[in-house]
């Protein structure tokens, strides 16, 4: 029996995999014995639990001058008032998740797993 992760793996490899290289979901689950029509209904059930989020500005470095019209473009949201969450998984069954993150933490964060690539 296949779990909610296990699919969310077998995504996770198909996008990261063989997507770029125009293979079908259909192809990658035979590849993979995975029965396509389990893998398409947890799909269905959960592909609406997933939003894309749209960013209004982002914290610009110390120093660094924003054009006039950028400025009054956008709302710009307080750094201080930011938290995010973090929420990866690999391939290889690694898993990080990391919450109420300011900007400066994320950074940190991400140099941090620079190491590891």
């Known amino acids: 029996m296949y779990s909610s ?38 799909y269905k059930d959960t592909r609406h639990r997933v939003v894309e989020v749209m960013v209004d500005g982002r914290p610009s470095a110390v120093g660094a001058e924003k054009p006039a019209e950028a400025v009054s473009a956008s709302k710009e949201v307080p750094v201080k008032d930011v938290c995010i969450l973090l929420d990866l998984r690999a391939s290889n069954g690694l898993h990080l998740r990391q919450g109420n993150l300011s900007y400066g933490d994320l950074k940190r964060l991400v140099e941090k797993l620079e190491v590891l690539c």
């Open 5 to 42: 992760e296990d699919f969310e793996r077998l995504f996770i490899r198909y996008k990261g995999e063989v997507y770029p290289l125009g293979e079908s979901i259909q192809t990658f689950c035979h590849r993979n014995n995975v029965p396509y029509n389990l893998f398409e209904k947890w």
